[in-house]
């Protein structure tokens, strides 16, 4: 099984940056890929970034030019780094693990607010 630790999260003003971390353990050589989702106040969970384990990333155009997604892989850490952030940034981010086996893992979510 694998676990996930986010943080990060905090308050931040409007253009201003956030790094979040997201820790993996355990059965880590079963991790496909590691994605970071959001899920603001009265909206569905949306995927951000993602990040698979020959390094190729993606990202939502929302976030495209902002955000950067990376792996340290002598931590079992990925990272999302938030630059000119705004106020519709503003959500609960959660990490997950993408299995070999098909089953996704997540973390138990950080943070974000931005104020205007």
């Known amino acids: 099984q694998v676990q996930l630790v986010e943080s990060g999260g905090g308050l931040v003003q409007g253009g201003g940056s956030l790094r979040l971390s997201c820790a993996a353990s355990?059965?880590?050589?079963?991790?496909?890929?590691m994605t970071w989702y959001r899920q603001a106040p009265g909206k569905q969970r949306e995927l951000v970034a993602a990040?698979?384990?020959?390094?190729?990333?993606n990202y939502a155009d929302s976030v495209k030019g902002r955000f950067t997604i990376s792996r340290d892989n002598a931590k079992n850490t990925i990272y999302l780094q938030m630059n000119s952030l705004k106020p519709e940034d503003t959500a609960v981010y959660y990490c997950?693990?993408?299995?070999?086996?098909?089953?996704?893992?997540w973390g138990q979510g950080t943070r974000v607010t931005v104020s205007s």
């Open positions: 990040i698979t384990s020959g390094g190729s990333t």
């Open positions: 355990g059965s880590i050589f079963s991790i496909r890929a």
């Open positions: 997950a693990a993408n299995s070999i086996a098909g089953t996704t893992i």
